[in-house]
């Protein structure tokens, strides 16, 4: 078998613009892919805020009209999609911008998607199952921890079934990210957490996934050291953009490494999860990382290791101490997680939700074996497996 360095992978990113005031320039870049009219896909939250204002006023400055699509909710349903493809469609754009979190940005992929390919957007669950590419599509992330501004991946919420589904394919790859951390500082402190251990779950997955490489490992590690170093002192710190730009730097870093060398358990249990409770994303992963990493642990132990040095060197939660055993490593990771949750308010039992229980595990579990994120799991669970996962988590 060739070493990691000699295997084939492939690596695929936008076109990135990182730092303060690069929200400015989507109409520029519009304007770059000969865009006559613009559809800007957003939320209730971020036209609140101001940000799509901030957006829009570019397009006016450069004379290109535009409309908004803010009916995106959190968890973007297929219904949503497949609305916005409409209204693309009947008002003749051609260039799509996003400007959100991981929400909008995936039911802007998922517009594109249904707007150059006929069917609906459940047509297009799985790996490479779309025949053309979308419309230009540029992204105004804000928050620092989906990385769908990067990413090969669209995560829709199908209504029927209760469960996310996966859209992954390069053709989903935004042409453009405008990175502005100026953004995040609206942020309140549950989102900036949940979407901060999303970016950690990311680097993480990517780094012990069966489909990592050299590059995406180099991605992998700084996003685990800038998230451990950064992610609690910005919450405490809203307004300190020098903060606020280094998590959005390992939200960034996190996305490029899963966009290439894909997810793993975490993922599959989150979406299953959360097509269920209809729950943030990055609080379903918060409540399963620690105990996906117990259960993975001996079948990648050394990149295990590696990660938990990496933790350690933010200096934040610490992890490892000199002369530890291989079972002290462990345990001292786990325990590094849990800390980091505590500090961050995140460490709430499932079963306090008060919907989820255990009637539930089992159809959970199903949906979660049959999601593609875990194929590069680095230990293949059985359906029992999963189900014990979820019932340590409603404890």
């Known amino acids: 078998m060739p070493d990691d360095h000699m295997e084939l992978r492939k690596f695929v990113a936008p076109e990135l613009i990182f730092g303060e005031g690069a929200r400015h320039m989507a109409a520029r870049y519009a304007k770059n892919f000969g865009a006559s009219k613009a559809l800007i896909v957003t939320d209730p939250g971020i036209m609140a805020a101001g940000w799509a204002e901030d957006v829009a006023a570019s397009f006016e400055a450069a004379g290109i009209p535009y409309h908004f699509f803010a009916d995106v909710t959190p968890n973007p349903r297929s219904q949503e999609v497949m609305d916005g493809a409409r209204f693309y469609e009947r ?63 669209a995560i829709i919420t199908d209504e029927g079934r209760k469960v996310k589904i996966a859209i992954i394919s390069k053709t989903v790859v935004p ?17 900036s957490a949940y979407t901060g251990i999303d970016a950690l779950t990311h680097a993480f997955e990517a780094f012990v996934s069966t489909a990592h490489s050299p590059i995406t490992d180099l991605f992998s590690l700084e996003a685990v050291r800038l998230l451990a170093a950064n992610l609690g002192r910005s919450i405490k710190e809203p307004d300190n953009l020098d903060l606020r730009s280094k998590t959005m730097m390992g939200s960034l870093y996190a996305g490029l490494a899963f966009s290439n060398a894909s997810l793993g358990l975490v993922h599959a ?18 409540f399963l990382l620690d105990l996906v990493v117990e259960f993975n642990y001996e079948h990648a132990r050394e990149r295990y290791e590696t990660i938990g040095e990496a933790f350690a060197g933010g200096k934040a939660f610490g992890a490892f101490e000199k002369g530890m055993t291989q079972d002290e490593k462990k345990g001292a990771l786990l325990k590094a997680l849990k800390a980091m949750k505590k500090d961050l308010n995140a460490e709430l039992p499932f079963g306090n939700l008060g919907f989820f229980g255990r009637g539930d595990i089992a159809e959970l579990a ?15 669970p059985s359906q029992k497996d999963i189900e014990d996962i979820y019932e340590r988590a409603l404890r």
């Open 366 to 380: 199903r949906k979660a074996i049959n999601d593609p994120c875990l194929a590069t799991n680095p230990r293949r």
């Open 269 to 286: 249990m989150a979406h299953s999860l959360g097509g269920h409770l209809d729950n943030p994303h990055g609080q379903c992963n918060a």
């Open 91 to 153: 008002e003749k754009c051609d260039t799509i911008v996003a400007a959100g979190g991981g929400s909008s940005i995936d039911c802007a992929k998922g517009i594109g998607i249904v707007s150059s390919n006929t069917g609906h957007i459940l047509d297009f669950e799985g790996v490479d199952r779309i025949p053309s590419p979308g419309p230009p599509l540029i992204c105004i992330p804000t928050t620092a921890g989906s990385s769908a501004d990067v990413s090969q991946f």
């Open 175 to 191: 042409d453009v990210s405008l990175l502005d951390p100026v953004v995040l500082t609206t942020m309140d402190s549950d989102l």
